[in-house]
Every structure is written in structure tokens, then in C-alpha cells.
T-cell receptor, first 113, second 115 residues
Framework: AQKITQTQPGMFVQEKEAVTLDCTYD???????LFWYKQPSSGEMIFLIY??????QNATEGRYSLNFQKARKSANLVISASQLGDSAMYFC??????????FGKGNQVVVIP | GAGVSQSPRYKVTKRGQDVALRCDPI?????LYWYRQALGQGPEFLTY????????KSGLPNDRFSAERPEGSISTLTIQRTEQRDSAMYRC?????????????FGPGTRLTVL
């Protein structure tokens, strides 16, 4: 069974606008972590933001914020004030007690000037 | 260096050959992970180590794949008798303490092509 679901097709966003990337997850664990990574065309995997299952506040890191809705099992990434350099594939991942990361299939974002 | 490094960055080999992929984690990181990423997909877990001990190898697809980390730092992922279906990006990651809240930092990957 797929643990992380990212189903949005490729997204185009205007520079300086905000974009929301959807991520839903499936787990029966009480303790888990949710991560977002950015993969630009160069191929690196860049860590963006982390949310723990017990964290009451939504995580924020600069222009990135995570909209964590535990009851709905969703962990959407919000990128504010998009920049051309934000064009990339974005992966949502979950870490359960076994320490491995389970990744979704990714969301492609293209920022247009 | 500051980040995770991997070598080689690109490897082209013929079917049936053995390959060894190397990962040098961030200094001081206890845990080291190997993932494989097919084109258009997210990375898939292969195996991980805490120090030199292999904690979980359940993601290795078959017995042609093995990994070691003999001194608790550099790790080698070995694929014996490579097949075309082994072609993928192989990614290494490391984390400080290997707990569920710990962030994994990825290296640039090794792009393996099996002809």
C-alpha cells in the first residue's frame, strides 16, 4: 500500500505568487515524521522542512511552510513568493519507527516570470 | 567536505559486470542510508547502517545487492552481475543520530547505466 500520495499534475505558478503542493500519508504509527525535499533539474535532493507528528505548530522555514492536518493525514507544502529557482520536483516523505523514508512520486513545479 | 559525497557520479557498465558505489557521509553522522531512484519516481529505501552495523537490509531487491560500512564511516554498495533493470540513480543519505525525528541529508547520487 502506498504510504505517501502526491497526485497533482505538473503545476505552473507565476513568479511571486504562492503555491501549495498536496501530500497525504498513511500510517498507523503514533510517532512519525514528515519531510519535504526539493529536486531541481541538477538532480540533487535538498531538504526543505520537517514536521513531527507530535508538533502542535505548523513548521516554517523561510518561504516554506507545512500545513499539517493530522486528522486528515495531510502535510501540504506551501511556498510563498515563488522565485524562478523554485522550479523543481518536490517530494513528500514520511519516516516511521523503522527510520526509512517512504517517498511519494513527487510534484513538478514550474515558475514562470 | 560539508555534505554527503558519492562516487562515481556516473557509471556505465555492461550487463554481468560487478559495480561498487561509494558514499562518504557528513562527518560525525551515525546513520547512513542507501536509496534507489528510478526515473520519474521518488527514492526507494534499500538499506541503512548505524555506525558499522547494518540495521535493515529489507529493501535490497535480491542477493546480488550488498552493502557494507566497515569502519562506521564510508559505505560501499555493491551490485554483482548487473542487469539492465539495475539502471537507476543510487542515492546515499546520512543523519546525525538515526531517530525518527532526524533529518536525512542526501548526496548527489550515482547514475548507473547498465548496457
Amino acid at each position: 500500500a502506498q504510504k505517501i500520495t502526491q497526485t497533482q499534475p505538473g503545476m505552473f505558478v507565476q513568479e511571486k505568487e504562492a503555491v501549495t503542493l498536496d501530500c497525504t500519508y498513511d500510517t498507523s504509527d503514533q510517532s512519525y515524521g514528515l519531510f519535504w525535499y526539493k529536486q531541481p533539474s541538477s538532480g540533487e535532493m535538498i531538504f526543505l522542512i520537517y514536521q513531527g507528528s507530535y508538533d502542535e505548530q505548523n513548521a516554517t522555514e523561510g518561504r516554506y511552510s507545512l500545513n499539517f492536518q493530522k486528522a486528515r493525514k495531510s502535510a501540504n507544502l506551501v511556498i510563498s513568493a515563488s522565485q524562478l529557482g523554485d522550479s523543481a520536483m518536490y517530494f513528500c516523505a514520511m519516516r516511521e519507527g523503522n527510520n526509512r523514508l517512504a517517498f511519494g512520486k513527487g510534484n513538478q513545479v514550474v515558475v514562470i516570470p | 567536505g560539508a555534505g554527503v559525497s558519492q562516487s562515481p557520479r556516473y557509471k556505465v557498465t555492461k550487463r554481468g559486470q560487478d559495480v561498487a558505489l561509494r558514499c562518504d557521509p557528513i562527518s560525525g553522522h551515525v546513520s547512513l542510508y542507501w536509496y534507489r531512484q528510478a526515473l520519474g519516481q521518488g527514492p526507494e529505501f534499500l538499506t541503512y547502517f548505524n555506525y558499522e552495523a547494518q540495521q535493515d537490509k529489507s529493501g535490497l531487491p535480491n542477493d546480488r545487492f550488498s552493502a557494507e560500512r566497515p569502519e562506521g564511516s564510508i559505505s560501499t554498495l555493491t551490485i554483482q552481475r548487473t542487469e539492465q533493470r539495475d539502471s537507476a540513480m543510487y542515492r546515499c543519505a546520512s543523519s546525525l543520530v538515526g531517530t525518527s525525528t532526524d533529518t536525512q541529508y542526501f548526496g548527489p547520487g550515482t547514475r548507473l547505466t547498465v548496457l
